[in-house]
C-alpha cells in the first residue's frame, strides 16, 4: 500500500512558478503520476513517470512548461510548473500505481493523495 501526501501549492501570478511535491510511503515498484481537477471539470491528467524516473509523459496543455521527476532515494516525485496561467488553476493530486511504467488514464491509478491546491491569478 501507498499512502501519497501532496504539498507545495499556492496562489502566484500568471507567468510564475511553483514546485509541488507528493511524499510517498510504500515499498515496491511503482508507477506515479499528477492529475489535476477544477471546479466543475473532469479530472484531467498532468504528467507521469515511470518507477525510476527515466520515462515520463505529459498533457498536451502542460507540455512544455511543467516538469515532473522523481526522487526514489526520498520516496518523492516532483512537479516543476512554470509560466503558470489562469487555466492552470486547480487541485492538484497526485497518484500511484503498483507497476514499472506509467500511465495517463486515473483509473489506472490505485492510490491518491488528498490534493493541494494551486491557483493562478490574472
Known amino acids: 500500500q501507498v499512502q501519497l501526501v501532496e504539498s507545495g501549492g499556492g496562489l502566484v501570478q500568471a507567468g510564475d512558478s511553483l514546485r509541488l511535491s507528493c511524499a510517498a510511503s510504500?515499498?515496491?515498484?511503482?508507477?506515479m503520476g499528477w492529475f489535476r481537477q477544477a471546479p466543475g471539470k473532469e479530472r484531467e491528467f498532468v504528467a507521469a513517470v515511470n518507477w525510476n524516473g527515466f520515462n515520463t509523459y505529459y498533457g498536451n496543455s502542460v507540455k512544455g512548461r511543467f516538469t515532473v521527476s522523481r526522487d526514489n532515494a526520498n520516496n518523492t516525485m516532483y512537479l516543476q510548473m512554470n509560466s503558470l496561467k489562469p487555466d492552470d488553476t486547480a487541485a492538484y493530486y497526485c497518484?500511484?500505481?503498483?507497476?514499472?511504467?506509467?500511465?495517463?488514464?486515473?483509473?489506472?491509478?490505485?492510490?491518491w493523495g488528498q490534493g493541494t491546491q494551486v491557483t493562478v491569478s490574472s
Open positions: 497518484a500511484a500505481t503498483y507497476a514499472p511504467r506509467y500511465y495517463t488514464g486515473q483509473y489506472e491509478y490505485n492510490y
Open positions: 510504500g515499498r515496491g515498484t511503482y508507477a
